[in-house]
């Protein structure tokens, strides 16, 4: 009996370790596959690619690079600030996979400047400010301060004299565009800033132009349109909304530029996500949006939400607060009559 017992006991207590054994077992895969799951969850949190398309809005003409509308003269959005040399198709828009914009960035080591310059507003730059901030900021803040069109001309011979290539002309087999020193500088910081806002494929299509290829561009879109206007005179009328004679044009300041990510100027631009943090940031680098929408009766330009004019981060942040546009301000400050 005592050797039956002894068997009894020995039996129970293997099935007893069997038992714990196996329920350790399952437990370690329900762990595994717990942490499996949830590394699935986290991957795919967030997707890599989030692409837009880039076609237009079925109401908006589509504008190619010499100025020729595809909806026709009537509807009066074609403009000459393109110039009448090759494109391609920018392509889809991708944006980062998190943006890093509403956070309080502090970059240690900003010019004192800029500094003061992001507590008077309360933002951060998120670049690096110091090679850029002697360009953003000059000096003389009236320096770029001034208006170019048909009552304020510019001269057959000016040329200015501190032109360089433009770092970000699209590449597609156009001449490399130019803009003066200071105004190239600071796009270059709008578009380092730009690119960690999900702003990477916008380009410049078109900046200084001289005055006798602004009379070449010109008289392009008259004899283009002529066929739908009885006089030229007529006709002149109808480019001068979106072109501007020789002397007359602001691209010749070499102060602007035309930039996006369409394969052409096209008011649906200002829909992209890219156009709406250029023009609502541009400031903070300098620029402003030349022709904005709601002052065509005071430009006399059609609204070109791919125009970027530099005037000086002082100048153009008084804009912004002010709300007026560049016509606007140089009455303001008494420079020119109304």
């Not at 590394?39 to 100025?67: K, L, M, Q, Y």
């Not at 590449?171 to 130019?178: C, E, L």
């Not at 007359?248 to 631009?269: W, Y």
């Not at 949006?289 to 970027?308: M, S």
């Amino acid at each position: 009996m005592p050797g039956k017992q002894q068997s009894r006991r020995t039996g129970g207590t293997s099935i007893y370790i069997a038992v714990a054994l196996t329920i350790l077992a399952l437990g370690i895969v329900a762990c595994i596959l717990a942490l499996t799951i949830s590394g699935c969850h986290s991957d795919s949190g967030t997707p890599a690619d989030v692409s837009f398309p880039n076609g237009s809005a079925a109401s908006d003409p589509v504008i190619s690079e010499a100025g020729e509308s595809s909806s026709g003269a009537s509807d009066g959005q074609t403009s000459d600030h393109e110039s009448a040399s090759p494109s391609s198709q920018a392509g889809e828009i991708s944006l980062p996979e998190e943006s890093h914009s509403d956070l309080p960035v502090l970059i240690e080591g900003q010019p004192a400047s800029a500094m003061r310059f992001e507590e008077s507003i309360g933002l951060r730059y998120q670049i690096d400010m110091n090679p850029y901030e002697q360009y953003v900021n000059p000096e003389d803040p009236m320096e770029y301060v001034f208006l170019v069109n048909p009552a304020h001309t510019l001269g057959s011979d000016y040329v200015p004299e501190d032109l360089v290539d433009c770092a970000y002309t699209r590449k597609d087999g156009r001449k490399m565009q130019q803009l003066r020193l200071y105004a190239e500088k600071a796009l270059e910081a709008f578009m380092a800033e730009g690119a960690l806002n999900g702003v990477t494929n916008v380009t410049v299509t078109s900046a200084y132009r001289s005055y006798s290829y602004q009379d070449y561009l010109f008289n392009h879109y008259v004899e283009q349109n002529m066929s739908k206007f009885k006089t030229r005179a007529d006709c002149e009328k109808y480019v001068l909304t979106f072109s501007t004679k020789p002397g007359t044009s602001e691209h010749q300041s070499g102060l602007c530029c035309d930039m996006h990510n369409l394969s052409s100027a096209q008011q649906s631009f200002a829909k992209k996500p890219e156009a709406k943090w250029l023009a609502e940031n541009c400031w903070r680098f300098g620029f402003i949006l030349r022709y904005p929408e709601d002052k065509e009766e005071i430009t006399k330009i059609i609204y070109e939400p791919w125009h970027f004019r530099f005037v000086g981060r002082e100048a153009a942040t008084e804009m912004h607060d002010l709300g007026m546009c560049l016509d606007e301000y140089c009455v303001y400050l008494g420079m020119y009559d109304q």
